[in-house]
């Protein structure tokens, strides 16, 4: 029954994602629209173009970004509730179905829908390296930025108009190599020679991140909206009693065998789950006791010796698999500036 359930959520999940990542790229549409019209009627000098040498365009461009910023955390953050209430609402509807709803009680009905709000609040306040959400989505906005002007370089070297450099900036999200091409400029001699722009030249964004800003963004809503759905798994899997342990699913999507195939298996609740990787969308189901187990469960909170129930089934230790799969590969992450959160909130040592 829990599987039945899973399959029905993690679509809606998932179409959620998708729909979150839609409406990210209207935010980037958006300006580049709005800040192309304002480019109208610039002209190339034969130097560097330098956004602040035209303080009226660029406080154009800052305050569209602003707006861009502050939409983009809005995104994010009632995208993070929704996930959040979904994960609720589909523990809710496994355990009803898998039980039938005249064998729960009360009390155990309040803590399937308790709304874990201090464990959300953690959730969306958290920092990873040092950076919460919004610093992440600043970030990305400032590298936003510096596309906008590294193409107004490009594009006015090449003579393009203001449309056409807008049209050019919308096929530069998803293929930003295009944009840290050579451009025009006119050097000491008065010759016309082709470089990368300086910008362009210094521009390294670092292992694991993207040269745009907009596959950035898109992973980050990823992340994030993936990250709040299983986290609230996580939260209300450790408050309810008869939930016995998990078992991390490969997705139905799973393209080539990795680490996903290596540690799928069932987990103790107590291990804190929500991807072994970036972009990983595998998912997870409760493993819950037989119906008599459950019933006997009911009559003891009943009794009020609900707390010393013990349950069959327990499951307490780590899969064989995980084992194996961190004995084989230690020191295997020990230069990696950022480990998975699997590895970091359990203490693994890899």
């Not at 993690?10 to 304002?38: D, F, G, M, P």
């Not at 994030?224 to 999507?253: E, H």
């Not at 037989?290 to 009794?303: D, F, G, T, V």
Request: proline content about 3%; glycine content about 4%.
């Amino acid at each position: 029954m829990p599987d039945e359930v899973n399959k029905k959520f993690e679509a809606k999940h998932l179409a959620n994602i998708k729909a979150n990542q839609k409406q990210i790229k209207k935010h980037y549409l958006s300006v580049i629209e709005k800040i192309y019209k304002k480019a109208q009627g610039l002209q190339f000098n034969g130097k560097e173009f330098k956004l602040e040498n035209y303080p009226a365009l660029s406080s154009e461009i800052d305050r569209a970004l602003l707006k861009f910023s502050k939409d983009f955390d809005i995104t994010l953050f009632n995208g993070i509730k929704a996930e959040w209430e979904l994960s609720i609402e589909k523990n809710f509807e496994i355990v009803h179905k898998n039980y039938g709803k005249e064998n729960i009680s009360d009390s155990v009905n309040k803590i399937l829908l308790d709304p874990q709000s201090a464990a959300l609040e953690e959730f969306i306040n958290r920092k990873i390296n040092g950076l919460g959400i919004s610093d992440r989505v600043w970030k990305y906005t400032n590298q936003f930025k510096n596309e906008i002007e590294n193409n107004l370089y490009a594009g006015l070297s090449e003579g393009k108009s203001a449309a056409a450099m807008a049209r050019d900036h919308v096929q530069y999200l998803e293929n930003p190599d295009k944009l840290f091409r050579r451009v025009k400029y006119i050097n000491s001699k008065g010759d016309t020679v082709l470089r990368l722009s300086k910008a362009a030249q210094e521009y390294k964004p670092g292992k694991g991140v993207y040269r745009s800003s907009y596959k950035n963004a898109m992973r980050l809503t990823r992340d994030t909206i993936n990250d709040s759905y299983r986290q609230a798994d996580m939260v209300k899997y450790q408050s309810l009693a008869f939930v016995l342990g998990y078992v991390v699913n490969l997705s139905a999507m799973h393209p080539v065998t990795d680490i996903c195939d290596a540690l799928k298996g069932i987990y103790p609740k107590t291990f804190v789950w929500r991807k072994w990787h970036n972009q990983c969308i595998c998912n997870c189901t409760p493993k819950l006791p037989s119906m008599k187990e459950y019933r006997e469960y009911e009559r003891a909170i009943l009794n009020g010796t609900d707390s010393e129930f013990v349950f069959t089934g327990q499951v307490n230790d780590m899969p064989k698999n995980l084992n194996t799969y961190v004995e084989e590969n230690k020191g295997f992450m020990d230069n990696w500036k950022r480990k998975p959160d699997w590895v970091t909130e359990n203490g693994i040592n890899l």
